[in-house]
């Protein structure tokens, strides 16, 4: 990741925070040269206007070195109209706009690596969230047909929708989105409630998937989930 803005690099780390990725900063085209050449990753992400060498000098230079010309790079740039930029289209295998979303740059990278059939081959079947009134019926009674204590639950869904859910749903951090599945999970487990596990386990699915299309719907889903189950009182 190439940029000299502080905050647009901290944006990223937290995209990627508890994830096993490796991720490199650079804050001008120098640097990012030198650590392309150390390391050689596997893809960069490079912002236009920086000092010393901008982007399309670093383009430029990456492109056409033998060590380094197979790297694919996005552009990402603030600047709403971006002078040759067909020309920098042709160089580079991806070009984005700033801000920059969690789902935008999933979107991005999926281009240069889609998910291949063997990728999710050892993946179980996703869960399907049936919202059915006979659905709803079920999941009212836990597993050993006690009654859950909807009350004391929808008390900390409720907690867990302005604390935590209100902020990330925006930036859609992955290690946030992981922590809150796990304490659905865990709720879900303590409360004996199969709809909130059952839409954990779904959420959970979509992240291993990288399945970007559908996880902000699902992320978005969890105050539907917290009305199904205030509706079951």
């Known amino acids: 990741m190439v940029d000299d803005v ?14 096993s990725h490796q991720i490199l900063f650079a804050r001008d085209g120098l640097e990012a040269i030198r650590i392309t050449k150390s390391h050689h990753p596997d893809l960069i992400f490079l912002d236009l206007r920086m000092p010393r060498m901008d982007g399309r000098e670093t383009v430029k230079f990456l492109k056409q070195d033998e060590e380094t010309k197979d790297i694919p790079i996005v552009i990402l740039t603030a600047l709403s109209k971006v002078e040759n930029e067909n020309k920098l289209n042709s160089l580079c295998e991806g070009f984005a706009r700033k801000p920059i ?6 979107a991005e990278i999926k281009k240069i690596f889609p998910i291949t059939s063997d ?5 179980p079947e996703p869960v399907v969230l049936d ?12 597993i050993d047909g006690k009654p859950i204590r909807l009350n004391e639950l929808l008390d900390k869904l409720s907690q867990e929708k302005e604390e935590s859910w209100q902020n990330f749903r925006q930036t859609l951090a992955i290690g946030d989105i992981e922590k809150f599945i796990g304490r659905l999970s865990n709720w879900g487990e303590e409360y004996e409630c199969q709809l909130l596990l ?4 779904n959420l959970n699915q979509q992240i291993d998937e990288f399945d970007w299309d559908e996880i902000p ?3 978005d889903h969890f105050t539907g989930i917290c009305d199904d189950l205030r509706n079951m009182i």
Request: with cysteine; hydrophobic share 25%.
């Open 6 to 19: 502080p905050s647009n690099r901290d944006l990223i780390a937290g995209y990627f925070y508890e994830t």
């Open 101 to 106: 979303s969690c789902a935008e740059l999933i």
């Open 119 to 123: 990728t999710i081959s050892s993946q």
């Open 131 to 142: 919202n059915s009134s006979e659905t709803n019926i079920i999941t009212t009674k836990s």
């Open 198 to 201: 059952e839409y954990a386990s």
């Open 217 to 219: 719907k699902t992320v």
